[in-house]
């Protein structure tokens, strides 16, 4: 299965797993049994070994009485996603979790998009998109009329029309929104 076929949707971990094992050219013959052993102790040593981006939770709990939050991620395990996000925050902080493997569609693509307005029950113009990534994130927020606050790497200078907050730090965050009022 060539990855182009499926253009914009998502694949569950153990076939993205087999496709980037195909994808090495490893001579070894997994069977389906082994992959899925293989995909899910992958799936606990990467929820093992993630770390919580600095300041992210301080975030969260100062926008939460405030605003409502949600979630919306390309990853292809929600449960990799849900365990990971467990060991650092409560979920219920969340208002919407949208992860591309269950909807089936990643972003950019405009129902991943639409998908966490229907379930934050807001109007794209009144939604903030948070990302780190111009494409993904911006673009495709911008796309069905959010605005956007990119976390930039550091250095970054070159400025971009769909992007209406630059973040060095996830920190800066609530200091931006309170200087938009």
Not at 110 to 118: C, E, G, H, I, L
Not at 136 to 164: H, P
Request: overall charge negative.
């Amino acid at each position: 299965m060539e990855i182009g076929d499926r253009k914009g949707l998502e694949f569950d971990f153990e076939t993205r797993l087999g496709l980037t094992i195909q994808m090495m050219d490893i001579q070894t013959r997994i069977d389906d049994g082994q992959l899925g052993r293989l995909a899910q102790k992958l799936s606990k040593t990467i929820t093992e070994h993630c770390t919580l981006v600095e300041g992210a939770l301080d975030v969260v709990c100062a926008l939460k009485p405030y605003f409502k939050l949600g979630l919306l991620s390309n990853y292809p395990s929600s449960m990799v996603v849900r365990h990971t996000l467990k060991e650092f925050i409560d979920l219920r902080y969340f208002d919407a979790m949208v992860i591309s493997a269950d909807i089936g569609v990643v972003k950019p693509f405009k129902q991943s998009f639409d998908t966490v307005v229907n379930r934050l029950g807001v109007k794209p113009c009144n939604i903030l998109f948070v990302g780190d990534d111009l494409t993904n994130d911006m673009l495709g927020a911008k796309n069905i009329g959010m605005k956007t606050a990119w976390l930039c790497q550091s250095g970054q200078s070159e400025e971009y029309d769909f992007v209406d907050i630059y973040l060095e730090s996830i920190l800066d965050l609530p200091n931006k929104l309170r200087n938009k009022n």
